[in-house]
């Protein structure tokens, strides 16, 4: 039990990343490579926030808005004068995850430093000890999961990402704005980093290098589930982080990245498209 | 005197002896020993970024593993040399071995996918490095690393620093040497056709996916020899020495050298690793430093600054040659097409047979039990209305669209449902509705590549330029020559293929489906934005087709074109066939008048009308 649970709280993390991923991917095209680097400023600006006196409720608030005030600057420099469909936003969005990577150390070093949780506190469950964290993290990954499908289906806004991401051309003759919603997709994607930092950094530490392994996993959890896919992130997140913990328990913890590797090269052979996904293989 | 020089200085193999003998020297010249400590990391680190650019720039893949590839390279080297042998030309051959083989294993799953799994599974590679290295515990020296690597030694001779520094400097030359060859041969310019189209590359009969692997697992050698040698330099590796930093170094040295480019990669390295020097007592900027370089770099500088310099110093060539060239002689000879039927061989004769094929998608009938037969040595055309399945026929012919039933047979051998680069090889030229022209290549490559299927592209006999390989080149470059002059290309012959405009664009199709020297040929609309004169060469091209017996089948809107043209007609409408004739049937047929042509089909003329008279 203790294994489930710190599997499904650690790839409850990784779905977060996932679903992050997946919001400019559906309406831009693109997936934001700095995005866990994000979650971290996030985490060390959650960590001041807390210093001040004021209620942390006004400081996320405010966090969240510079946040997305950073994804239409991040769209804007990295993102829109890029060609369409050469992938040069692998280059300029690691780009910006190093310049992050680089700001973090400047500021505040390599040190890990300890994030104090929202809610205090847990409970036993069959045996198992379950922060109040935990529950948070599975509850905020399933929550955005679930938001963001009915966003897609039911908003405007989400029904004009979806026309972008199945057909481009047809959706922008049709009067889609594109560069509208890749803006509004990376000032959203920000805003919803800066607020899952605080539950995520009770669990990984304010730690400047922890955003490379969450970014790769992340994205091991969006293939899983398939790419595109909220509810596939979900899934692929869970499946990443319980997996992982069953290894750390039983090959030891050492090798649990090394298995992780291995079983998503087996994956990736075995079914592409990921476990929701539609996405036709490559003509490679 | 002075002319025999300059056939001195054309040999690159010459030029390229003098200048890493002149590289070799350095010690002995007065570099000091923190200069020849940098020279030697720029040449290590240029190895890595070289296998970067062959992946990347020419195979169009980002795959962001290489830091892990000299970690393998250099561990491989260093337990070899520490525990079983230490001679540099076994742990050289050893650690690109094994660097080979890296490559190949994690290629195979990121390849399927491409894109940002490539780039996510091989950057994971990085991070895997360390709990790798401690997985096989002491004998590697875990996360502590492995020290005591001795010096080199080849042949039982150890080498001092500066026989390692020569050892280095051949090395990288040798590699550099082979990259070259590599790049700029025939397996570079299908690297770069596949990457700039995989249905262009596929049609020319290259399988993406296995040039792909090739490029990848190739480009993992250097990056493998670079290891071997860091390991030799200080005599101890830790897991930390290939770390992000050196991942994100590789890839900035790559971008700001040029993707493209092969001694840029010298200069990109040497910037960042001189950055790096520079900024010593600010160390913590220069991750920021590297990360703002890759963004404006991703953003601004597509080619790096490689192109700029050579830009430059063409210009300066130019400059200074200028009153030479004068008194060249610039005589251009134009072939004729009876001239170039001389060079050309003939192809096989083999009839293209369709047999009741159908095709749908997703319940729309694009194509209802066609059949169709086209006789080598004849033009069929086959005409209809814009939707009526003309491409759709095409591409299921060439491979691209799979048929629901039916069959396809090219001479005796079926070719129903095969991959479109073995349908290619089996015998099947085309070119496409919108020409489909790779990018960063000259107009006489774009022309070879029409050969790439049934010439080996094949990386080795680049590299080496074997005597076979040579032998291709030479019978290939008779056969670009007469073809291009006879089609009005050998102007452009060195022009950048993708600065063409539409007309030339055609022709230069054209050409490679010529010098292809497939058995079937289906061209599509190839008439469609010609100017007179360039119909006239299409006729001239496609009669050439004809008379060394293809058998070409020819999609055309254009009817009086059809009429000069096609030995036999076949009409589509609506996915059927609706008619099969000679032209001046056709033009009388009623169907085909009410559903196509219109009623003045029969004597409408451009002016194309009145060279009826046949060839």
Not at chain 1, 254 to 264: A, C, K, N, S
Not at chain 2, 196 to 208: I, N
Not at chain 2, 352 to 378: C, H, Y
Request: proline share 4%; hydrophobic share 50%.
């Amino acid at each position: 039990m203790t294994i489930l649970i710190s599997g499904l709280s650690v790839g409850a993390i990784y779905a977060l990343i996932a679903i992050g991923y997946n919001i400019t991917y559906l309406a831009a095209g693109v997936i934001n490579f700095a995005f866990a680097n994000f979650v971290m400023l996030g985490v060390f600006a959650w960590l001041v926030v807390t210093g001040f006196s004021l209620p942390s409720v006004i400081g996320l608030v405010v966090t969240i808005a510079i946040f997305a005030v950073l994804g239409v600057i991040e769209e804007r420099v990295a993102i829109r004068p890029l060609p369409i469909g050469r992938h040069a936003e692998l280059i300029t969005t690691l780009g910006v995850g190093t310049v992050l990577t680089g700001l973090i150390t400047v500021i505040w070093g390599t040190n890990p430093l300890p994030v104090k949780p929202v809610v205090d506190g847990g409970f036993q469950f069959l045996g198992a000890i379950v922060t109040w964290n935990d529950v948070l993290l599975v509850g905020a990954a399933s929550v955005a999961a679930v938001v963001l499908y009915f966003v897609l289906r039911h908003t405007r806004l989400g029904l004009a990402a979806t026309a972008l991401n199945q057909d481009r051309t047809a959706a922008i003759l049709r009067g889609v704005d594109s560069r509208r919603i890749a803006v509004i997709a990376f000032a959203f994607a920000l805003g919803y980093a800066a607020l899952i930092a605080p539950v995520v950094g009770n669990q990984t530490f304010a730690d400047v290098g922890a955003p490379l392994t969450l970014a790769i996993k992340g994205f091991f959890a969006l293939t899983i589930g398939g790419i595109g896919s909220n509810l596939g992130a979900l899934v692929g997140g869970f499946a990443v982080g319980i997996i992982e913990a069953l290894a750390a328990r039983y090959v030891g913890g050492e090798f649990q990245d090394l298995f992780v590797f291995v079983l998503f090269l087996l994956f990736v052979f075995l079914r592409p498209s990921g476990i929701i996904g539609q996405r036709a293989l490559r003509t490679v | 005197m002075s002319a025999r020089l300059g056939r001195a200085l054309s040999n690159r193999y010459l030029i390229w002896v003098i200048a890493t003998a002149l590289v070799c020297l350095g010690p002995w010249v007065g570099l000091t020993s923190t200069l020849i400590r940098l020279v030697v990391i720029v040449a290590m680190v240029s190895l890595v970024t070289s296998g970067l650019n062959l992946s990347w720039g020419y195979g169009g893949e980002l795959a962001l593993g290489q830091a892990a590839v000299y970690a393998v390279g250099a561990y491989v080297a260093g337990y070899i040399a520490k525990y079983i042998l230490n001679d540099v030309i076994v742990v050289a051959i050893l650690a690109a071995v094994a660097a080979f083989l890296v490559g190949l294993i994690t290629g195979i799953p990121g390849l399927r996918l491409g894109g940002w799994t490539l780039a996510m599974i091989s950057f994971f590679l990085v991070v895997l490095v360390p709990s790798v290295v401690n997985l096989f515990g002491p004998l590697l020296g875990g996360f502590s690393g492995l020290a005591g690597i001795p010096l080199p030694m080849i042949f039982g001779v150890p080498l001092d620093q500066n026989g390692f520094y020569i050892l280095v400097i051949v090395v990288t030359s040798a590699w550099f040497l082979v990259f070259y060859n590599m790049v700029k041969g025939r397996f570079g310019v299908s690297l770069l056709v596949l990457r700039s189209s995989p249905t262009l590359a596929s049609s020319l009969g290259v399988w993406p996916f296995q040039s792909k692997l090739t490029a990848y697992a190739v480009a993992a050698i250097p990056a493998g020899l670079g290891g071997m040698l860091f390991s030799y330099l200080d005599g101890f590796i830790a897991p930390d020495s290939f770390s992000l930093t050196l991942t994100i170094l590789i890839l900035a040295a790559s971008i700001v050298g040029g993707p493209r480019s092969i001694f840029g990669v010298f200069l990109g390295v040497a910037i960042l690793e001189i950055i790096q020097l520079e900024v010593g007592a600010f160390q913590i900027y220069a991750t920021v430093a590297y990360g703002v370089l890759l963004v404006v770099a991703g953003v601004v500088l597509s080619d790096g600054v490689t192109p700029y310099l050579s830009r430059g110093l063409k210009w300066l060539v130019k400059f200074f040659t200028r009153n030479r060239k004068r008194t060249e002689s610039t005589e251009i000879t134009t072939a004729t097409f009876s001239q170039t039927a001389a060079v050309l061989d003939q192809v096989p004769h083999r009839a293209l047979v369709v047999t009741s094929i159908s095709k749908s998608f997703g319940g729309n009938a694009a194509l209802t039990d066609v059949s169709l037969r086209a006789e080598p040595g004849q033009i069929t055309a086959l005409i209809g209305p814009n939707g009526s399945g003309k491409t759709t026929m095409l591409n299921v012919i060439s491979g691209f669209y799979k048929a629901d039933s039916g069959q396809v047979v090219l001479g005796d051998q079926a070719i129903t449902g095969l991959a479109p680069h073995r349908v290619s090889r089996a015998g099947v030229g085309r070119t496409f509705q919108t020409p489909q022209i790779p990018e960063y290549v000259s107009v006489a490559d774009a022309i070879l590549s029409g050969r790439l299927g049934s010439s080996s592209a094949s990386p080795l006999g680049s590299a080496f330029r074997t005597p076979g390989y040579r032998r291709m080149v030479k019978r290939d470059n008779e056969r670009l020559t007469s073809v291009a002059s006879a089609l009005g290309l050998t102007p452009y012959l060195a022009n950048d293929a993708s600065s063409l405009p539409l007309g030339t664009r055609r022709i230069l199709e054209l050409a490679r489906v010529l010098v292809g020297q497939r058995s079937a040929l289906l061209l599509d609309e190839v008439a469609s934005g010609l100017d007179e004169s360039e119909i006239q060469e299409l006729l001239s091209a496609v009669r050439l087709m004809r008379d060394l017996g293809a058998t070409v089948l020819l999609v055309e809107h254009n009817f009086e074109l059809v009429r000069i043209l096609a030995d036999r007609v076949v009409v589509l409408a609506d996915g059927k066939l609706l008619a099969e004739g000679t032209p001046d049937e056709i033009a009388s047929h009623p169907e085909v008048l009410a559903s196509y042509l219109g009623e003045g089909a029969g004597i409408s003329g451009t002016n194309l009308g009145a060279k009826k008279e046949r060839s």
